[in-house]
T-cell receptor, first 114, second 114 residues
Framework: QKEVEQDPGPLSVPEGAIVSLNCTYS??????FMWYRQYSRKGPELLMY????GNKEDGRFTAQVDKSSKYISLFIRDSQPSDSATYLC??????????????FGEGTQLTVNP | ETGVTQTPRHLVMGMTNKKSLKCEQH?????MYWYKQSAKKPLELMFV???????ENNSVPSRFSPECPNSSHLFLHLHTLQPEDSALYLC?????????????FGPGTRLTVL
């Protein structure tokens, strides 16, 4: 069983739609949760970062973490063609002694059609 | 140059060649990472360096040899590679190793092994 499960898609939506991207995980020790966006032929860039359970909003993006269900989500409101990319969830333990390893999901390929 | 840079961006090599990938970070960070990104698979952590010292080797075959001469530069020396080593190799850096430190990625080197 993978530590982090993410539906690879592809996901195709019309411009203006609300997009929901999700990951589930199995290790309850994860404390930091991230979403990275990766455009074609580019490296991943950090989009959202949350610590433990709760919601975090940044413009059109909202990240949710539900540690009791081991489930994280990224919502994109009013999606734009420029949001077309692969979205990677990632998570890690908290302390330096437990290692700096980021555990990634497979990534979801999103296309927003004009 | 800003952020994390990687050279070359593309590399084609035969199985008997020796080549090196270079990464440089301009962020004043202390930790640097090598990741492998293959199609349809999550990013895989290969090596971690902190203050020039290797802290993690994720069971990487010896045909991959990392070198970190200082906190700003990281190399990945390649020799006798296999076709299955063809992938996008990503370098990342962070201020430290603890969970709250964000990892910033370079654009990657697309490696093809013939």
């Amino acid at each position: 069983q993978k530590e982090v499960e993410q539906d690879p898609g592809p996901l195709s939506v019309p411009e203006g739609a609300i997009v929901s991207l999700n990951c589930t995980y199995s290790n309850s020790a994860f404390q930091y949760f991230m979403w990275y966006r990766q455009y074609s032929r580019k490296g991943p860039e950090l989009l959202m970062y949350t610590y433990s359970s709760g919601n975090k909003e940044d413009g059109r993006f909202t990240a949710q973490v539900d540690k009791s269900s081991k489930y994280i989500s990224l919502f994109i409101r009013d999606s734009q063609p420029s949001d077309s990319a692969t979205y990677l969830c990632a998570m890690r333990f908290g302390s330096e002694t437990s290692g700096s390893r980021l555990t990634f999901g497979e990534g979801t390929q999103l296309t927003v059609n004009p | 140059e800003t952020g994390v840079t990687q050279t070359p961006r593309h590399l084609v090599m035969g199985m008997t060649n020796k080549k090196s990938l270079k990464c440089e970070q301009h962020l004043g960070h202390n930790a640097m990472y090598w990741y492998k990104q293959s199609a349809k698979k999550p990013l895989e952590l290969m090596f971690v360096y902190n203050f020039k010292e290797q802290t993690e080797n994720n069971s990487v075959p010896s045909r991959f040899s990392p070198e970190c001469p200082n906190s700003s530069h990281l190399f990945l020396h390649l020799h006798t590679l296999q076709p299955e080593d063809s992938a996008l190799y990503l370098c990342a850096s962070s201020r430290g190793l603890a969970g709250g430190n964000t990892q910033y990625f370079g654009p990657g080197t697309r490696l093809t092994v013939l």
